[in-house]
């Protein structure tokens, strides 16, 4: 029996799959729910599902940060998110790698049954090969960042290899493959300033690949098209990006300050801009806006506020939640921490 925790900010959408969950019988409880990500953060510490389906769109934290959170905690658990028609396509593109699936509203019975089943199938087999699948995913995307363009084919090699050994379904293999192609020659289109010969990778064409050979083929034809792109051009716009990136944390810390967002305001996919981050400032992107939010938060408790108030103004609406992220990230409670700076003073 898999435990479910669904996260979105409509009732009826939490209501209905409720309710397609008990209508089916299928083998899947929902053991929480939250109306934005900051609850739904909660819940799933609390409750610790199988799986999660998240709205990418909620109030107080996004989908794919609350994804992003998660992960550290429970590395295991399988993620699907949800998306409005309208953005459906950049949704897609946005999803980090190892979301399982990603469903367009309405949501209908029919989604609902197909993303169990595939729930199904991917654990049929061992999650430490889906691990290693995504480890070696990175590795590649690391190599386009660090422009360590021999490295690129030796660990595309590697991935290949481990799809052909474990993903038999051959529309899954392609499916997989499809994935990492889109997000690197959007990373790779992103740096580019050659907009006559940008890298281009079809959906179309990824679909009606035949056999294995074509499908490895495609892999190699994109990474040779991205290899030259790299070699003909300087990265020179990323760390402006970073740049604006950090400055627009610092004016809007205490606002949901999802990367989904910014990322939308630079024209950029969420998953390069991501790791691009990571890459430029050394820390992902959530671990950066929490440690300067909780430097904020020391800050205005030495000032003397109190301490519903600096949750509240460094961006934290559930108050306990704060207090929990501000004692792992200082080892003190922030009324304990309030309290020592008064002994000093």
Known sequence: ??????????YIVVEGIKAILGRLGLECEMVGFAYNGI????????????????????????????IEICREFLPDAFFVVISGYTEFEYAKRA???????????????????????????????PSIVYNKISIQMDKIVDAFMEERIDDMDQAATGMLRLLRDYILDF???????????????????????????????????AEHLKNQEEAEN???????????????????????????????????????????EFAMLVDMNPAYLSILFRNEVGVSYIKYLTD???????????????????????????????????????????????????KKS
């Open 218 to 260: 495609y892999v190699f034809k994109i990474l040779k098209e991205i290899k030259e792109n790299m070699q003909g051009r300087k990265v020179g716009s990323s760390h402006r990006i970073i740049k604006k990136l950090l400055e627009y944390i610092e004016e809007n810390y205490g606002e949901s300050v999802g990367l989904n």
């Open 95 to 125: 999803l980090s790698l190892g979301v399982i699936n990603y469903i367009d509203k309405p949501v209908t019975i029919q989604k609902i049954a197909e993303t169990i089943e595939l729930l199904d199938q991917k654990n049929s087999k």
């Open 1 to 10: 029996m898999y435990r479910m925790v669904v996260a979105d900010d409509e």
């Open 292 to 342: 300067f939010r909780i430097k904020k938060a020391k800050a205005f408790l030495e000032q003397g506020m109190k301490v519903v108030e600096v949750s509240e103004k460094v961006g934290y609406v559930n108050y306990r939640y704060f207090c929990e992220i501000f004692k792992k990230h200082v080892g003190q409670t922030p009324n304990e921490y309030k309290g020592r700076i008064r």
């Open 39 to 66: 609850d739904a953060l909660e819940v799933i510490r609390e409750a610790r599902p199988d799986i999660v389906i998240t709205d990418i769109r909620m109030p107080g934290l996004d989908g794919l940060s609350l």
């Open 171 to 205: 529309d899954k293999y392609k499916h997989e493959i499809f994935k990492l192609l889109a997000v690197l020659v959007e990373a790779c289109n992103d740096k580019s300033q050659d907009y006559e010969n940008r890298c281009k990778v079809s959906y179309h064409a």
